[in-house]
């Protein structure tokens, strides 16, 4: 089992300093029959929107949840997705994308 690497978007605050949105880690990876779970870092509280495209890009989940300033675990169900590569996305009003891969296996 293994984990993804370490992952930044960024955005700036109203100072203009740049902050990093870490996607710390993405486990288990692959995933199997579970919910993929994500711990990342964000630099202040905020709804973060989470999409998740398959190997075609093509949307296959869309979420927002309301995340603390500092460390976050969220979950991402898999259940419904086939076997294959997947990325997910955290786009935001001033960050550029976060991403990270996965791979659902049957």
């Known amino acids: 089992e ?3 690497s370490i992952y930044s978007a960024f955005s700036t605050n109203s100072n203009s300093e740049v ?8 486990y288990p990876n692959p995933v199997m029959e579970e919910d993929i779970r994500m711990t990342l870092n964000i ?7 989470f999409v998740v495209f398959n190997n075609l890009g093509v949307e296959v989940l869309r979420t ?27 786009p935001g009003n001033h960050t550029r994308f976060g991403s990270a891969s996965f791979m659902v296996i049957e």
Do not use: D, H
């Not at 902050?19 to 993405?26: A, S, V």
């Not at 309301?66 to 460390?71: H, K, Q, R």
């Not at 979950?75 to 590569?85: D, E, I, K, R, V």
């Open 2 to 4: 293994s984990s993804a």
């Open 19 to 26: 902050q990093r949105l870490k996607i710390l880690k993405l």
């Open 43 to 49: 630099p202040e509280s905020a709804e973060q929107t």
């Open 64 to 90: 927002s949840l309301e995340l603390s300033a500092g460390f976050n675990e969220i979950s991402l169900p898999t259940q419904n997705l086939s076997a294959g590569m997947y990325q997910v996305m955290l």
